[in-house]
């Protein structure tokens, strides 16, 4: 199964894994990774799963729809990197995708 690490702020590292079809934040949620709360349950409807998306992997990861960077203007503090994670879909080619979180979710 595909991995994820999300880094936290402070720099305390998860190792996760995430079911191909399943979304990043799915897997933050369904593993207890702090700082990823999800409030509207990945239906794109708030930034409370936003990450930033390390450069390697950003283009992998695929491009920001509308909705997507509409819902990352409501972020404190938002990068060209910035993602909504429930907006990533899990696949076999993200294998060991790294993730940092913002200092806190708005």
Known sequence: MPKVIF?????TRH???VPVGHSVMRGAVDNGVPGIDADCGGECACA???VYI???WFAKTGARTERE?????FAAVTQ???RLSCQIPMTPE???LVVSLPEGQH
């Open 15 to 17: 190792e996760v894994e």
């Open 48 to 50: 409370t799963c936003h």
């Open 94 to 96: 993200l294998d060991g």
């Open 54 to 56: 390390e450069n390697a």
């Open 80 to 82: 060209d990197n910035s």
């Open 69 to 73: 960077e509409s819902m990352l203007s």
């Open 7 to 11: 880094i936290e702020h402070s720099g």
